[in-house]
């Protein structure tokens, strides 16, 4: 079934692989971008801001801004690592195997308010559609890199590690887990440490969880491959409501099939790029009123943009300063 009487409107032009979202404040918006690392949305491309990637499969896919005006940038691709955009169309290592980062898909990265970066390593699968499937999908973690500059291992058996986030209590890291469909949680302890992982919610038929964000009430809003679902999960019982849709119920049913089987790969994961959200991936609360959403994509060339029932949080970065590509 599809929740959109007609497709939502899309923001930006020409985006190649917009998986991950930053909105300002004041308006600003950024993208993920496969030949650029990130891009200002509604910005005029401009060749010459193309990056010349250290490694043929290099796979921008999370995305966070520093306070310096610095993005950074996680390589989902099999040399993994984390990099940092100085300019536009030029990137740095920022964490790689020197600072105890392996060599492995590294999938999100989150800067807090403590000056902590959070590190989402998805799995050490070779190639990493082997995680796809329940039976070997647990092998992923979650790192944090404090003041020794260093990544400490602090959560581990993960069923593919996606988005990672404090919420806006400080109190809980919040963790996607894509293959293993659940979202989980972690206590935030003295040391940087991370308590005994908590099950918030555990998703059904036809839900993999992606990119996350939280609203004004603390819950958390959810995106899903394949499904096109946006989801809002209540922090507290774990119930979840679906406000967006776009996919059809022999699709959804199809990618079952083949997850129960053990047989999910590239072409399930990919079945969402047939309808208009192209598989969506991230959100990102903003404007005014921090009611307007725009989600991030696998496949699409824009940003779909929705009016939310509620206020997002204000993230980290909201009244951050001028940007490298500003």
């Known amino acids: 079934m599809s929740t959109l009487p007609s497709p939502l ?10 998986e991950s979202v930053i909105a300002l404040a004041d308006g600003r918006l950024y993208a993920g971008d496969k030949e650029f690392g990130v891009i200002r949305v509604g910005e005029r491309r401009d060749p010459s801001a193309r990056v010349d990637w250290p490694f043929a499969e290099f796979v921008p896919n999370g995305i966070a801004l520093l306070k310096d005006g610095t993005f950074l940038i996680a390589n989902v691709g099999p040399e ?18 020197q600072q105890g980062v392996p060599t492995t898909p590294l999938n999100f990265l989150y800067p807090d308010l403590d000056g902590r970066i959070w590190l989402s390593l998805c799995t ?3 190639p990493r559609t082997l995680a796809f499937r329940t039976e070997t999908a647990y092998d992923g973690v979650i790192g944090v ?19 990672v986030r404090v919420d806006p209590s400080g109190h809980w890291l919040y963790a996607n887990e894509t293959y293993a469909r659940r979202l989980s949680r972690f206590e935030i302890l003295h040391g940087n440490r991370l308590g005994p992982r908590q099950t918030v919610a555990q998703f059904g038929v036809g839900t993999w ?29 774990g119930t979840s409501e679906i406000f967006l849709e776009d996919c059809a119920d ?15 790969g590239w072409e399930e994961l990919s079945l969402g790029k047939n309808f208009s959200l192209r598989n969506i991936s991230s959100l990102a609360f903003a404007g005014a009123d921090l009611r307007s959403v725009y989600l991030g994509s696998l496949f699409n060339h824009g940003l779909s943009t929705w009016r939310a029932p509620v206020a997002g949080h204000a993230p980290e970065h909201w009244n951050y300063g001028p940007t490298v590509l500003d």
């Open 9 to 18: 409107p899309v923001t930006g032009t020409n985006l190649n692989r917009p």
């Open 80 to 97: 993994g690592g984390a990099w940092r955009l100085t300019a536009p169309g030029k990137v740095e290592r920022f964490l790689g195997e």
């Open 124 to 126: 050490r699968n070779v």
């Open 145 to 163: 890199v404090g003041t020794s500059g260093r990544m400490d291992i602090v959560a581990t058996g993960l069923g593919f590690c996606n988005e």
């Open 209 to 237: 969880p992606d990119g996350l964000e939280f609203d004004s009430a603390g819950d958390v809003w959810v995106t899903s491959i394949i499904s096109n679902r946006l989801l809002r999960v209540d922090a507290d019982t």
């Open 250 to 264: 022999d699709v959804i049913a199809h990618a079952e099939e083949m997850f129960g089987a053990d047989r999910f």
